[in-house]
C-alpha cells in the first residue's frame, strides 16, 4: 500500500483512540465531582 494511505490510516486511528479517551476520563470525571460536591456542599446529585 502507499504510505500516504498508512499515514492517513494512522491519524484516522490516532483521532478514534483519543477522542474515545477523552470521553471515558471526562465520564469519571464529571462522577467524582458531583459525589465530591454532594459530599462537601450537601447539594443534590442531580443539580
Not at 491519524?11 to 464529571?30: C, D, E, H, P, R
Amino acid at each position: 500500500m502507499n504510505i500516504f494511505m498508512w499515514i492517513l490510516i494512522f491519524i484516522g486511528g490516532a483521532t478514534g483512540a483519543f477522542s474515545t479517551l477523552y470521553i471515558v476520563v471526562s465520564l469519571f470525571a464529571v462522577i467524582f465531582y458531583k459525589i465530591f460536591r454532594t459530599v462537601k456542599y450537601h447539594v443534590s446529585l442531580f443539580d
